[in-house]
């Protein structure tokens, strides 16, 4: 090659991968029996580490077959260099920074060696995006070139097609002879078919970047909350901001799993109709195919996951592996050595209201369990609406701070928090939180309005939701020794009388509407003083 040539050649290449490096695609390859001269190319320019995630040389027997994970039917072929842009693909998905388009690079060739060969002098080369798979097929004339002649073409086409694949113009700088053969096609995929393949494990999931927020190099770990979303409400969007503020750093995804551990899996119009949720409200979220927790852990390594403690309950209990306390604590050692944390909020579970310090947690998994604040988790599913005394014939008064929940049904249901630990953070003796279900503010501007003009008679609809309420914070006629109500802890929801759970209340209370969102601008924001005397456990 003459002078003049080899450097317009080098220059191209050099402008190539420089474009290659300024495009946001991250990729992984797979090279095998050729084109290692691209590896080089790439590796050599500034910026490689935009852009190059991972890159393999499986070049003998054993490393391409468990790089397949089976033996090929032909190690040089289309479908072998097609399943190895797939698998490169996967794996990037998984490398990847959040939010960044993923390229698989998979070559497969049978090029000129010490020895001479019977059959054609010839590679495949295949790229892999979220909707597009292109291969390439080129013959070249046996006996033109030297070994490291074949090395270069090839690594000259499969530089020019990870440029195509990440959308970068790349002028042709052609070393194929009239002799030489090649194809080239690509197919593109929708996103009902890309949202098909990942229902059938095809592929790993698909990111929907939705957020506005940027990427930094900083912040490559996901903090991931997932769920069936069905429907997104508030609440998620909340606890999942104060989860990503309590890490410091992260990206915030929401992840939904296509396929159920024990339901058929959702249908692409399901999965659409879940998504158009998060574009419209500005969300990243992910679709996977994991409805495991340490399946997910596979997929999104380092990364932060949100859940409640009644998940928690279920990760650690052996009834979940098999009965087989030995399994459990391997398979959550595997997680913890992958680097992925659980944020834990606290959730009812059984009826009962617990946070992360409520469970044994198996010694080495300890620090894998992290607890949110509970005072951080109160703006994440409700806002609070207002404060009620509630005075009883003996002069008891009891606090309650009314909660409206972000979603759930028109009928009220209510869950008070465990009440040491309301009346602990909130210095009072008797202080409950309520949490009501209700879809409407305007219901409960009605609610509270009758809550307002509350004259012991059950009278009206709203008499029946304060009836609930003082249930909820387990108000229950005196006992023999005493005239004073009898407060428990239990979650006393059912009632056989109005007469019977209200006793003794002679008036209710209602206080303005609350803006505070932690515990400590809550007591600011109290319309009563902070106690001075003991705080009761009950």
Same mark, same amino acid.
Request: aromatic share 10%; hydrophobic share 35%.
């Given at each position: 090659?003459?002078?003049?040539?080899?450097?317009?050649?080098?220059?191209?290449?050099?402008?190539?991968?420089?474009?290659?490096?300024?495009?946001?695609?991250?990729?992984?390859?797979?090279? /095998?029996?050729?084109?290692?001269?691209?590896?080089?190319?790439?590796?050599?320019?500034?910026?490689?580490?935009?852009?190059?995630?991972?890159?393999?040389?499986?070049?003998?027997?054993?490393?391409?077959?468990?790089?397949?994970?089976?033996?090929?039917?032909?190690?040089?072929?289309?479908?072998?260099?097609?399943?190895?842009?797939?698998?490169?693909?996967?794996?990037?998905?998984?490398?990847?920074?959040?939010?960044?388009?993923?390229?698989?690079?998979?070559?497969?060739?049978?090029?000129?060696?010490?020895?001479?060969?019977?059959?054609?002098?010839?590679?495949?080369?295949?790229?892999?995006?979220?909707?597009?798979?292109?291969?390439?097929?080129?013959?070249?004339?046996?006996?033109?070139?030297?070994?490291?002649?074949?090395?270069?073409?090839?690594?000259?086409?499969?530089?020019?097609?990870?440029?195509?694949?990440?959308?970068?113009?790349?002028?042709?700088?052609?070393?194929? !002879?009239?002799?030489?053969?090649?194809?080239?096609?690509?197919?593109?995929?929708?996103?009902?078919?890309?949202?098909?393949?990942?229902?059938?494990?095809?592929?790993?999931?698909?990111?929907?970047?939705?957020?506005?927020?940027?990427?930094?190099?900083? /912040?490559?770990?996901?903090?991931?909350?997932?769920?069936?979303?069905?429907?997104?409400?508030?609440?998620?969007?909340?606890?999942?901001?104060?989860? !990503?503020?309590?890490?410091?750093?992260?990206?915030?995804?929401?992840?939904?799993?296509?396929?159920? /551990?024990?339901?058929?899996?959702?249908?692409?119009?399901?999965?659409?109709?879940?998504?158009?949720?998060?574009?419209?409200?500005?969300?990243?979220?992910?679709?996977?195919?994991?409805?495991?927790?340490?399946?997910?852990?596979?997929?999104?390594?380092?990364?932060?996951?949100?859940?409640?403690?009644?998940?928690?309950?279920?990760?650690?209990?052996?009834?979940?592996?098999?009965?087989?306390?030995?399994?459990?604590?391997?398979?959550?050692?595997?997680?913890?050595?992958?680097?992925?944390?659980?944020?834990?909020?606290?959730?009812?579970?059984?009826?009962?209201?617990?946070?992360?310090?409520?469970?044994?947690?198996?010694?080495?998994?300890?620090?894998?369990?992290?607890?949110?604040? /509970?005072?951080?988790?109160?703006?994440?599913?409700?806002?609070?609406?207002?404060?009620?005394?509630?005075?009883?014939?003996?002069?008891?008064?009891?606090?309650?701070?009314?909660?409206?929940?972000?979603?759930?049904?028109?009928?009220?249901?209510?869950?008070?928090?465990?009440?040491?630990?309301?009346?602990?953070?909130?210095?009072?003796?008797?202080?409950?939180?309520?949490?009501?279900?209700?879809?409407?503010?305007?219901?409960?501007?009605?609610?509270?309005?009758?809550?307002?003009?509350?004259?012991?008679?059950?009278?009206?609809?709203?008499?029946?939701?304060?009836?609930?309420?003082?249930?909820?914070?387990?108000?229950?006629?005196?006992?023999?020794?005493?005239?004073?109500?009898?407060?428990?802890?239990?979650?006393?929801?059912?009632?056989?009388?109005?007469?019977?759970?209200?006793?003794?209340?002679?008036?209710?209370?209602?206080?303005?509407?609350?803006?505070?969102?932690?515990?400590?601008?809550?007591?600011?924001?109290?319309?009563?003083?902070?106690?001075?005397?003991?705080?009761?456990?009950?």
């Amino acid at each position: 090659m003459s002078v003049e040539k080899t450097t317009m050649t080098d220059a191209w290449i050099r402008g190539v991968v420089e474009a290659i490096h300024s495009a946001p695609n991250q990729a992984v390859l797979y090279l /095998a029996g050729g084109a290692s001269q691209a590896l080089g190319w790439l590796m050599s320019v500034p910026g490689a580490s935009n852009t190059v995630l991972e890159a393999v040389v499986p070049y003998s027997r054993m490393s391409f077959i468990q790089l397949l994970g089976k033996i090929p039917g032909q190690h040089c072929s289309q479908q072998t260099a097609e399943e190895m842009a797939l698998l490169a693909y996967n794996r990037g998905l998984k490398l990847s920074s959040p939010g960044y388009p993923v390229v698989g690079v998979g070559f497969t060739g049978s090029l000129a060696s010490s020895r001479p060969k019977f059959g054609d002098h010839r590679f495949y080369l295949s790229t892999r995006t979220s909707d597009r798979l292109s291969v390439s097929t080129v013959t070249l004339s046996k006996g033109l070139r030297t070994r490291e002649q074949e090395d270069t073409v090839s690594s000259h086409l499969l530089l020019k097609a990870i440029a195509n694949a990440c959308k970068v113009q790349a002028a042709s700088v052609s070393h194929l !002879t009239e002799s030489d053969l090649s194809d080239e096609h690509e197919t593109h995929f929708s996103e009902d078919q890309e949202l098909e393949q990942l229902v059938d494990g095809k592929i790993c999931f698909k990111v929907y970047p939705f957020s506005s927020e940027t990427c930094t190099s900083t /912040a490559e770990r996901k903090i991931i909350l997932s769920g069936s979303f069905n429907p997104l409400h508030d609440g998620h969007i909340k606890l999942l901001e104060v989860a !990503t503020s309590f890490c410091g750093s992260g990206y915030p995804c929401f992840e939904i799993s296509a396929v159920n /551990a024990d339901k058929p899996p959702l249908s692409v119009s399901q999965i659409k109709d879940r998504i158009k949720q998060f574009e419209k409200a500005g969300k990243t979220v992910i679709i996977s195919n994991q409805p495991y927790f340490y399946k997910k852990a596979e997929l999104f390594p380092g990364s932060a996951f949100v859940i409640g403690a009644d998940t928690v309950a279920r990760l650690i209990n052996p009834k979940y592996y098999d009965g087989d306390y030995g399994k459990m604590l391997e398979i959550l050692d595997g997680c913890k050595r992958i680097g992925c944390t659980f944020l834990v909020g606290g959730r009812n579970v059984d009826g009962v209201f617990k946070v992360l310090e409520d469970f044994d947690i198996p010694e080495t998994l300890k620090d894998m369990f992290v607890s949110i604040p /509970a005072d951080r988790l109160f703006t994440c599913f409700a806002s609070f609406l207002g404060v009620f005394t509630f005075h009883f014939q003996d002069g008891t008064e009891v606090k309650l701070f009314l909660c409206l929940f972000h979603g759930g049904s028109s009928e009220p249901e209510l869950i008070h928090h465990r009440p040491h630990r309301t009346q602990r953070m909130l210095n009072h003796k008797y202080a409950y939180s309520i949490v009501i279900y209700k879809k409407s503010p305007e219901q409960f501007s009605e609610f509270i309005e009758g809550c307002s003009n509350y004259d012991a008679e059950p009278s009206s609809r709203y008499q029946g939701d304060i009836v609930s309420m003082v249930a909820g914070i387990g108000v229950t006629e005196p006992n023999s020794r005493s005239q004073t109500p009898n407060f428990s802890n239990s979650n006393a929801m059912e009632t056989e009388s109005f007469q019977e759970i209200s006793w003794g209340l002679t008036d209710i209370e209602c206080h303005p509407i609350l803006q505070a969102t932690t515990s400590t601008e809550l007591k600011r924001e109290l319309p009563w003083e902070p106690c001075t005397t003991e705080s009761s456990g009950s």
